[in-house]
């Protein structure tokens, strides 16, 4: 097992209250992978086809980290985080996107995502990504 691997897992299992990742992407195939690289680190998960669907669940109250797609169909990635910026939520961000260039990287951490990760995701710089979100 990997190092970043090895940490997450140890993060999974620590004592802070809410270790939830909630995973927002309009591909159901890539909800389930991540959604099952997730379980296998023993994190809770939950997968989202929208950001409004995120918004009306209950996760809202307690995700710990947010893997955010760019591209959604209604409310985009960019118009989630902007909103959860506005309220005051402070979840910590991993964007991922098909369509990676400079100008949405350099957005996305203006608006104080984690970590800007282009498609297909490599395992090592997520689980990364979700130790640095988790242990802020």
């Known amino acids: 097992m990997k190092f970043a691997e090895q940490n997450a897992r140890s993060v999974a299992t620590g004592n802070k209250a809410s270790r939830r990742i ?8 890539i909800r389930e992978a991540l959604k099952s690289l997730m379980r296998s680190v023993q994190l809770d998960v939950d997968a989202f086809g929208s950001a409004e669907e995120f918004l ?7 995700t710990a980290c947010l893997i955010l797609d760019v591209n959604l169909p209604g409310l985009s990635g960019f118009e989630l985080q ?11 961000i991993i964007f991922i996107t098909a369509h990676a260039d400079e100008v949405s990287h350099q957005r996305a951490l203006k608006g ?4 800007f990760l282009s498609k297909p995701v490599r395992r090592e710089p997520l689980f990364r990504a979700i130790q640095s979100a988790i242990e802020q």
């Not at 902007?82 to 910590?92: A, V």
Request: no cysteine.
């Open 56 to 62: 009306a669940s209950e996760r809202l109250h307690d």
């Open 82 to 92: 902007n909103r959860l910026n506005r309220e005051g939520r402070d979840i910590p």
């Open 112 to 115: 104080g995502a984690i970590e």
């Open 22 to 29: 909630s995973i927002i992407d309009d591909d159901a195939s």
